[in-house]
């Protein structure tokens, strides 16, 4: 067995740090999936070789291959995994993330949208690499069961998937306050967030009804991930939740 090599942005494929990524990618996404790597020491390393001969992944008992791909991270199992393409259902809510730069808060933001039932990401205008092990080990695996698709800007966004569509961009400056009693009804949408530094730009309030997340003078502003997460709970709420 040769050695996987340290994830690079460059790379066609990157790996799924820790055991429950590493199923959720076997049970998911089994046909990207290009090996899996375990410790001796690994518990569930029956249940994992026999899922793994079953699809026809090549499975490997090496922890210097888990040292290498985890660094310095404390790994027990990984799956390694071909990067792939895929794109959004026009017919249910979206969340689209404009120029997210921090793959935690990314991968945060992919397990709380899946948990609130919201399948479908937009990611505008590049930043975080959604393919980084951090941020699919910040997913918990999340990444797998969701539709993420990439555009180089909103417009381009809205030219595929903004026909009868709502848009709800999150700002600082909103022109509504959100609460669960003035959430609104819609059924199709999309909330917008910004980047965590500088938010969204101005020309933002002219997508579609601009909303702000109370909060107290003594911050500044909130967490994305949190925001995302307050104004996803509140949509699905008050919308019926999505599938």
Not at 81 to 104: I, Q, S, T
């Amino acid at each position: 067995m040769e050695l996987p090599k340290k994830y690079k942005h460059e790379f066609p494929y990157s790996y799924a740090l820790g055991p429950f990524p590493a199923f959720e990618l076997l049970n998911c996404r089994p046909e990207s999936a290009r090996a899996v790597y375990y410790r001796e020491d690994f518990t569930q390393q029956d249940k994992l070789t026999a899922l793994c001969k079953k699809l026809g992944v090549p499975c490997y008992c090496s922890q210097k291959a888990l040292e290498r791909i985890s660094q310095k991270e404390a790994c027990y199992a990984a799956g390694e995994f071909a990067k792939y393409g895929e794109k959004l259902c026009p017919g249910l809510p979206h969340v689209a993330l404009v120029h997210p730069g921090d793959m935690g808060n990314l991968g945060t933001i992919e397990r709380t949208v899946l948990g609130f039932g919201i399948r479908d990401l937009a990611l505008i205008g590049g930043g975080a690499d959604r393919w980084h092990p951090k941020a699919v080990r910040a997913s918990m695996g999340a990444l797998f069961r969701l539709r993420v698709q990439e555009f180089e800007s909103f417009d381009e966004y809205l030219m595929e998937f903004g026909d009868n569509r709502d848009v709800f961009p999150f700002m600082l400056d909103g022109g509504r306050v959100l609460t669960p009693d003035t959430c609104p009804k819609s059924p199709l949408y999309t909330l917008v967030f910004g980047n965590e530094s500088t938010g969204l730009p101005p020309e933002f309030q002219h997508y579609g009804q601009s909303l702000f997340i109370p909060q107290t003078a003594e911050v500044d502003s909130l967490n994305l991930a949190v925001a995302v997460s307050i104004g996803t709970y509140l949509f699905a709420n008050q919308n019926g939740g999505a599938q």
